[in-house]
């Protein structure tokens, strides 16, 4: 039996995909009465997705917000610092930014991956170098279920002696040259909200080969409680741990990833045949140093040849009952991140004015990608 999601006629962007095994490990969590937070299972979500990832450590908590937070916080990131953050993001990236008093300087994307520009990095390290103005961590953005150009990166982090952070929310499944999502610097951030390739309904995970640390976040998510038979704090601690029944259904979900990232690579290969020869259509980039997991499959619209916006097309689909969305707005066009430092911008200002995400949820089936793709090419 599979709990496909399915409310009526529509097609959602990326629905939760549930199948038995999530609801046997779930009946056991509550059978066992291990409801409070912490667990059984908690400790082995943790292994599994470790091990699944090629980290040594790993951290269950209530959401990828929380593992950004933390993640900051371990790397001593503070009031009056500046953390380097691509601007075609989901706001949790740079708002967590703004969580440790620090402030984010945005980061356009490049055009092969639309990932922060590794070249626009490179001079900004260049530059703030010389000024004693280094960015006290850098975070880079999986986007869309393909990861960051690693192999730029990675270099100069080190030449500069700057933390990384992962923030792969949106990308675990997907690799670069080898190496899995999840798997680069100094700690990682996976999430596991309704809408992403795997969920717990609302989650997420730290992870880092720094044994020490992970520990340290462990006690961080849960309110820092010393180790005393009594209540007792010496740090500020945060409420940020996943529940046991949560790394049930998780557990459940990380023995799917693979049938997940083999159907969502069903539907981009779907789209790319019949999008990529229409006129004014381009699909997202692959490079080809990475394996994506295709989480969204995202197309940008000629302005010129393209007789309707992505907004228009958007609202054309939701008549007929189907989801689309334009590509995340950048954090440096958000009025909350207004006068914000930008490091270039028309790259990712062209694809938030000419992109959108199609659907893509791993229960597609043959005839809702036809019925898509009926629709889309209705409005042209
Ligand atoms: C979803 C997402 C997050 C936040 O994860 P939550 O689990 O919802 O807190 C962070 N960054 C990116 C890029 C995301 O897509």
Known sequence: ??????????????????????????LDAFDSNWIAPLGPHV???????????????????????????LALKLCGVG????VLVPSMTFAATANAVRYVGAEPVFVDCETQTWNMDHSLVA???ERTSKTGELPAAIITVDLYGQCSNYTAIEPLCERYGIPLI??????????????????????AVLSFNGNKIITTSGGGMLLSNDGAAIV???????????????????????NYRMSNLLAALGRGQLKALPDRVAARTTNFRFYEEHLAPVEGVTMMPIDERGTPNHWLTCIVLDPHSSPTSPEDVCHQLETQDIEARPLWKPMHMQPLYSGTRMLGGSVCEHLFANGMCLPSGSSMTDADRERVLAAFLGTR
Not at 1 to 24: C, D, Q, T, W
Not at 43 to 69: C, I, P, Q, R, Y
Not at 166 to 187: K, N, P, T, V
């Open 1 to 26: 039996m599979a709990f496909v999601e399915k409310s009526g006629n529509r097609i959602y962007l990326s629905p939760p995909h549930m199948g038995s095994e999530e609801r046997e490990l779930l």
């Open 43 to 69: 400790d082995a979500f943790e292994v599994e997705m470790a091990k699944e990832v090629g980290v040594k450590h790993a951290a269950a908590l209530s959401s990828g917000t929380a593992g950004l937070h």
């Open 79 to 82: 009031a009056g610092d500046r």
């Open 123 to 125: 001079e900004e390290l």
């Open 166 to 187: 992962e923030d792969a929310a949106e990308a675990l499944g997907a690799s670069w040259e080898g190496r899995s999502a999840g798997s680069f610097g100094r700690f």
């Open 216 to 238: 340290h976040a462990r006690k961080l998510a849960t309110q820092a409680r010393d180790p005393a038979t009594h209540y007792q704090h010496s740090e500020l601690g945060y």
